[in-house]
């Protein structure tokens, strides 16, 4: 591959580079920069990496690669930046052109080969399901398992799901008919929802019955993609937003429905951002399906869900977490209110509710030390309100706050919004 | 160039951890604001002041010169690396290390993060006022170093007025306490007062006394929009005549109000000349009796709107016309000089109406806005690099603005400092002689000139 080639990437982002004017902002909001307090981890020092890996005074080497891969995209900078410098998108670019360059690592290379495919996803959570005890033990008093054995890229100590032992969209036929005149949601579902956290996607699908939605779970769904993102395996997440163009495009539907904040940021704002922008024939079709995306809360809320209706009367305090994909895209009253109008449930705010967990994919994975220390500020703010739960609308974040509770032998529950909503109609059906 | 060995001796004082030199680490702490750029050859974190001073012995014996850096936020290039060295990030140092409650002071490690700092104070109902823009991410040792400014500049002061006493690490590598934790005290030179604002130049600060204030009670925030620039101008010398001392006064000219209102739609009538955000604090009743009497001094100096906020909420709502000045900028031209001269404060009109004359004559928008309260403006010249000649007529119409503010009894520099960026202008506003007092200090201090070299003062 020529040099330019490899440089494509880094190109189509030179007019946003300019707009950086160093001010040093993204100090006070940048995750990363918290964790590991050093320039080539903020965004303003990724830009000036990137301003020089064009001039050509740097290469995509090792310590290039080292800078890029701390950031978590939480897009905090981004929000923040007085001059709307788009550092993700920055990231990304580098990430890719240091893939192209180098290659992806082993870690990377599995992870784009499963989420590539939902046979081999499928075949591997079934495995995960059957094999995982052998391997992990459970840890008492906590619903999380913890490794027998050192396992590379992780620390002994870090808590892991349970994978289910059936995935969620193999509980359900395509379509689940509703009552006639009701809108009808195409549920994409995600992979943490469809193999890990099931109750998630049970609760939306109760909470969506329970409006009378026609629910369709489109069979051809993949992986939105975003952890291959995460690693600059862009071809990757190119072929599995057709893919998933493919299947939503399938049914005729008035909205496209997610759980996850994660998913909800890839159909919304990634693929029209990464992918259309690259491919004006699939931009058309990317912009359609990012307009019919919606959070699931805020479908909720939007179709007139009475959560004194759906919520259980246990007394429950909680506290919201925000999710990154959630903040980036103006989802934050939303899910609170619902929260709040739920009869039994008392919702107090906790200090920085809005700053990421440390998961930001695959960043967990290669800086499991720096996640954890960006983690232990949220434990402390979760455990000072008090709550009996932290809830959250992402599944990566459940699984993060999760890790960071157990780890600190915090008992706090960790749930989705979701479930809270859905606790009376679960337990009635 | 640093060789091996006496890199090996730097890894030896601060841990290998602690010293970055590829390139990548370089190129991250070789810039600021400016949009200059020069590479260190190596970067230091050191952890504490015995480190500090060890790094800087050994700059002594070695001949390498010492750049002292905090968050790296200056407007003028304070901590850039000119000529290589060592660049010396005090961000490890950074504990507030006692509030004391009893005497109103606080100490703190020069990397705290200034927010961070008034943050903790104002949980226990105290107050360190000084808040330049940066104050989110800015340190307190650059702040002092720099002798940043702000808003409330106005009633409180600046960083120097809260710093009561250091310690600093001399350029020889010495350690000495400068100052102390009482209010008086007058033995010997004020080293505290010379070291605020130095710039680097004399030493590193490696810790900082500062003095507190009971957190005021209530504030209370106004906006006024006047049909001139003469009107504004009036109403700040009127309330101050009025003995009335405003936390902020703060101002934005026309040419700066079009920008925001047009990018950001607050309701600004663009008609308007020029913006005043008040904002009063102290006790509850004494700040509503306040807003009242400011309202009717100013209301017959040609106020086209007035806004009074009534609840937190409101207030932010008048903040983010100031806020978002910066932002919206960009919509004149993507690259902007940001000068932020001072003149007596009913001089303001005059060097505004002077400013208006250079930016006809060199055909170039120059948007003006600040501190009318302490008449600090922030002057900026807008260009477009990418357009040829735009960023020499910008350093042209640079001293034009320096010597409008000279010749109306003001100065070059109110929170931003010298620098790099306004070193060449220095001999407009210090003479000969001053310039050799300051040389001879530099000298009786840093003999080697390892320290922050070339910086501030003009090159002999």
Redesign the interface.
Known sequence: MSTTQKQDAMKRIEAEL??C????????HCPAFTAF????AVA??KV??AQ?ILKG??TLDN??Y??MSKCLLCGSCVDKC???VPTDEIVIAAREALAKQRGLTTFHKAVGQVIKNRKVMNMGAFAGAILGPLFFRKVPATSGLRARFPLPFVGAARHFPQIAKKPFMDRHPEIIHGEPGKPRVLFFVGCMTNFVYTEIGEAALALFRHLGCTVIIPKGQQCCGLPAMSGGDLDTVRQLAEENLKALEAHEADYIMTGCATCGGALHKLYPQVVGKRNPELAARLKAVADKTVDAAVLLQKLGLKPEETGAADPLKVTYHDPCHHRTAGIAKQPRALLKGTSGVELVEMEGADKCCGLGGTFNVYHYESSMKINAGKSAAIRATGADAVVTGCPGCIMQLSDGLKQAGDATKVLHTLQILARKIAKEK | MLDRQILEKIKAIVGDDNV?T????L???G???T?MEFLPDAVV?PGCSDEVASLVKLANQEGFPVFPRG???GFTGGALPKGGGIVLVT??MNKVVRIDTDNLIAEVEPGV?T?TFQIEVEKLGLFYPPDPA?L???TLGGNVAECAGGPRAVKYGVTKDFVMGLEVVLPTGEIIRTGGETVKGVVGYDLTKLMCGSEGTLGIITSIILRLLPYPDAKKTMLAVFDSIDGAARAVSTIIKGKIIPTTLEFLDHATLVCVERRFKLGLPEEGRAVLLIEVDGDRDLIEKQAGQIRELIEPLGVVQFRVAQTAAESDELWRVRRLV??SL?DVN?DKFNEDIVVPRSKVPDVIRKIEAIQNRYDIPIVNFGHAGDGNIHVNIMVDRSKEGQEEKAHLAIKEVFQAALDLGGTMSGEHGVGLSKQPFLPLELNTAQIAAMRAIKRALDPKNIMNPGKMLPLE
């Open positions: 300019k707009k004017v160093k001010c040093g902002a993204c100090r006070a307090q050093r320039e080539p303003r020092g000036a990496l020089h005074n740097i310590e290039t080292s800078a007085p001059n709307d | 970055a590829s390139t990548q680490d190129i991250c702490y810039y600021d604001a949009q974190h968050a790296g936020s961000t490890r993060v927010e940066s989110k991410f800015s910066s932002p960009r993507p």
